[in-house]
Every structure is written in structure tokens, then in C-alpha cells.
């Protein structure tokens, strides 16, 4: 792992503690002391990557036409994970061969028919 994804761990969790300005200052001074302050470009656009994928909400579906299909699971899922309906995008995936796979902030909530059918086989083996 290099410092700048280290650096980026840092980041992520003074986020997530909702530490503010405080504890950047704190970071920045701490880097600046070590001599890493050449590391923080990277480090940011690093942490703020994998906030912005924590965050965002992936639907994905085996057909477009499964989107309808499986509107009250997917609005039942968006529910738990506290999102609106209007926050997640769709993605097109044949392998889930039906039903909805929902990813997003730090969550999975798998529906999706492939998983109950590798549960049967994984059963019957």
C-alpha cells in the first residue's frame, strides 16, 4: 500500500467521522512535518473516488425491462439503503439471469435469481 492511498484511508475516515476542518488542518500539518505534503493531490482524488463509489447506487438488472418488472423490490431496496428513487442508475447485466442486484454505499442487496439458483446447486452438491 503506498502513502498516498494510506493518506487516502486517512481521509476517508475523517469523512466519514464528520471530523471537518479540525481534523484537515491536523492531516495537513502531520504531512507537512514528515515531508509527504507532495502525496495530498493524489490522496484526495483517491479518497474522493472511493467516496463518490461508496455513494452512488448501481441497479442492475438481467433486461432493460426487468427495471419495471422489479420497481417494488428495487424501491423496497433504495428504501433500505435510505436513497431516493431518483438516486441510483441501472445497469444491464444477462448474467444475473433475473431479478435485481442493488450495490451501493457500502451495501449489497442481492435479489438476483443467479444467486438463489448457485444456492440450490451448492445445496444439492
Partial sequence: ??????????????NQEG??????????AYMKNRGHLSYL????????A?????TAIVVTVAKTEDASRYADQIASALKELGAGSDEY??????????????????????NSHRTRLVSIYQSVI
Fill in 50 to 54: 472511493d467516496i463518490a463509489q461508496d
Fill in 1 to 14: 500500500m503506498s502513502l498516498a492511498s494510506r493518506y487516502a484511508k486517512v481521509i476517508r475516515a475523517l
Fill in 41 to 48: 493531490p493524489q490522496a484526495l482524488r483517491m479518497a474522493e
Fill in 19 to 28: 471530523v471537518g476542518a479540525d481534523g484537515a488542518h491536523k492531516l495537513v
Fill in 89 to 110: 442508475s441501472i445497469v444491464v447485466d444477462e448474467k444475473i439471469v433475473g431479478g435485481t442486484l442493488v450495490v451501493g454505499r457500502g451495501r449489497v442487496i442481492d
